[in-house]
């Protein structure tokens, strides 16, 4: 018996209560029991997204609701900057083009955080530029971006900010608001702690406006359906009931933790891990870090695909490798969600034994020491 | 105590055991235990879709689904011709006409069912068209179309048939490659007995040419990426987990029974529910009634919205309305998917009562005693 634990950036562990809650028997949508549960999970997870606007809930995994934000808010021929250093950043472009929309790209090299000056140098050089895309944790890289400041750059435009915090939000601050962010991007499997299958996307007054001129082609993504929806606490299409009763879940837990002790949590976990991480010899990758995940240079002479796959057969934990160009050489813990200290030390302590194992000169001991120093101040 | 008893056209009820495997703890989707889930569920499958074709599994309601159908088939300003005859044929239209494809309509009348011959000459009248959209169980009107003798036209020309049997499908029977249907669009919350979230979409050789040439912009639902990831019994975005951990248990629960006997149940059910309406003297709506559904003509004198607000508040048990021009005219009674005899019973004896209660000249027991007397043969 070894039990299974699950420490990717996403999906996520769901909590015991979580999926019971799932497991109750599915009522109608179209009822007033259910319109209940969907108006207080509108109310509830504005105080998540950090905003006064209405955050809509698709069934689709978090790219649909990248698709949603460039179909809806863009036209045939507009020019958008596409902050990307990383696969999830790129994706965005791949969306863009997917559909017509010119693609300005900002290459951060991976690892490194976009920087808002040169973000503002963009769109001083592209003054037609309609939405700039970010990602706030860059999943493939755990670079956390610095969103509020790129979001100071763009609301100086008439250009809207699009961020992806699919794996970001809740363990990275994140002032929808108070920054000015137009539209952010989640999805369900990952602070939000449940299984995969929904996505939200919150729409500020400015990015409402574009929707109106917005000549892209679109049906179920369509926000305007949404909107109408919405205004009667309904969804266009029939919603994933479980899931949005598992939402309703999840909501009440984050709101009484309160989403400062959620973010705190999240930074107290990164902390540990990176503290024990470099106590162990390593070397982190991303320059400025997420707290959702953490990317780890595979130690020279080690093998990268080895050591996710002992960690997955014989220790029962399933840590992320590297994506494209990063593949073998990081390996990625996350700390995302359903997550508390022990959860950090058993990834820390696995990854010390399986190292070891893998020949690396690993001293045991040392990751969990540094983190044990850390939880006890 | 009044249990809930789900009786709309889905969703529709979950088995307790389904509801329990999806409750167990999430893996995540890049492993070998689940890609062995993934590759039995793609096999599974096929048998309940009755092709040798992949059927394609996406996050995301049917409509989902339909909108795949369409913007992989289709270039800009190819015609299409739309079979309807109530609320979801005309879905096809309206998704046609957001992406420029142009529609021919073959309006049937509510209730009734589309002709062959009709289809036949209309696709001589414009032999342009690319494909033929039609439902197999039209839910809004209860109506089943004769899907083996339109395909046996559709098939003499070089267009595809798309047909939408999301709520038809294990309910009316559908050779989906005996018959030469290309795409088969079909959701979970119906005859699957899951809850809504994934949404399926068979593929016939035929069909797959059409998607090299097509130009429509699509990424979400793209099948090129859903085509090469299918390879590999992977997803091209991340897939909704407990629903598909879900899937597989239904589907073994539909091989067990046999799909012969799965649709042998539902006629049972279907009859008996028609035997009993028509014995309490009400009159059935559709000409050409499905299995999935029967639609009832709400009886002279009686409030339509009245009857579906009591069934729901005094019996807790959901059915159906009429939608668009049948509001208030029709109520609709499932007999889908996770259903037995009691089920239909129950659903008889509360419209007896209800409709009694509301004024009706009623004969309490008229409506079971027919069931009973079709049950017990």
């Known amino acids: 018996m070894r039990k299974y634990r699950l420490m990717a950036p996403g999906p996520t562990p769901v909590p015991e209560k979580v999926l019971l809650k799932m497991a109750d028997t599915i009522i109608h949508h179209r009822t007033p029991q259910f319109q209940a549960v969907l108006t207080g999970v509108n109310e509830k997870i504005k105080k998540v997204f950090k905003t006064q606007n209405p955050v809509f809930i698709f069934a689709s995994s978090g790219t649909g609701a990248m698709e949603a934000s460039v179909v809806n808010l863009l036209s045939k021929g507009d020019k958008a900057l596409i902050i990307q250093g990383g696969k999830f950043g790129e994706r965005f472009g791949e969306i863009c083009r997917a559909y017509g929309v010119l693609t300005v790209n900002y290459d951060v090299v991976w690892g490194e955080a976009a920087r808002a000056d040169v973000v503002k140098d963009l769109l001083k050089e592209?003054?037609?530029?309609?939405?700039?895309?970010?990602?706030?944790c860059e999943t493939s890289t755990?670079?956390?971006?610095?969103?509020?400041?790129?979001?100071?750059?763009?609301?100086?435009?008439?250009?809207?900010?699009?961020?992806?915090?699919?794996?970001?939000?809740?363990?990275?601050?994140?002032?929808?608001?108070?920054?000015?962010?137009?539209?952010?991007?989640?999805?369900?499997?990952?602070?939000?702690?449940?299984?995969?299958?929904?996505?939200?996307?919150?729409?500020?007054?400015?990015?409402?406006?574009?929707?109106?001129?917005?000549?892209?082609?679109?049906?179920?993504?369509?926000?305007?359906?949404?909107?109408?929806?919405y205004a009667k606490n309904d969804t266009p299409w029939t919603p994933a009931v479980s899931l949005i009763m598992g939402l309703d879940s999840v909501l009440d837990m984050m709101l009484e933790e309160g989403m400062d002790n959620v973010l705190l949590r999240h930074a107290r976990l990164a902390e540990?891990?990176?503290?024990?991480?470099?106590?162990?010899?390593?070397?982190?990758?991303?320059?400025?870090?997420?707290?959702?995940?953490?990317?780890?240079?595979?130690?020279?002479?080690?093998?990268?695909?080895?050591?996710?796959?002992?960690?997955?057969?014989?220790?029962?934990?399933?840590?992320?490798?590297?994506?494209?160009?990063?593949?073998?050489?990081?390996?990625?813990?996350?700390?995302?969600?359903?997550?508390?200290?022990?959860?950090?030390?058993?990834?820390?302590?696995?990854?010390?034994?399986?190292?070891?194992?893998?020949?690396c000169n690993?001293?045991?001991?040392?990751?969990?020491?540094?983190?044990?120093?850390?939880?006890?101040?």
Chains 1, 2 share one sequence.
């Not at 592209?126 to 706030?136: C, E, R």
């Not at 000015?180 to 990952?190: F, I, N, T």
Request: proline share 3%; hydrophobic share 45%; glycine share 8%.
């Open 142 to 229: 755990g670079v956390k971006n610095d969103i509020k400041e790129i979001a100071k750059v763009v609301k100086e435009t008439s250009a809207v900010l699009v961020v992806d915090a699919i794996s970001g939000l809740s363990a990275d601050e994140l002032k929808t608001d108070e920054w000015g962010v137009d539209v952010v991007v989640c999805g369900s499997q990952k602070g939000f702690m449940l299984p995969p299958g929904l996505a939200f996307l919150s729409l500020s007054e400015k990015a409402k406006k574009l929707i109106e001129r917005s000549d892209l082609p679109k049906y179920y993504f369509d926000l305007k359906a949404a909107l109408k929806s």
């Open 272 to 359: 540990a891990t990176r503290g024990g991480i470099e106590n162990m010899g390593l070397e982190l990758f991303a320059k400025s870090p997420s707290n959702a995940v953490t990317a780890v240079k595979v130690p020279e002479g080690a093998n990268g695909s080895a050591f996710v796959k002992k960690m997955r057969d014989e220790q029962r934990i399933t840590v992320a490798g590297g994506q494209g160009a990063l593949k073998g050489k990081i390996f990625r813990l996350a700390h995302l969600g359903y997550m508390d200290e022990f959860d950090t030390i058993s990834a820390l302590s696995a990854t010390s034994i399986v190292l070891k194992q893998l020949g």
């Open 362 to 377: 690993i001293e045991p001991g040392k990751a969990v020491a540094k983190a044990e120093e850390m939880f006890s101040r």
């Open 126 to 136: 592209n003054s037609d530029i309609k939405a700039v895309f970010s990602t706030l």
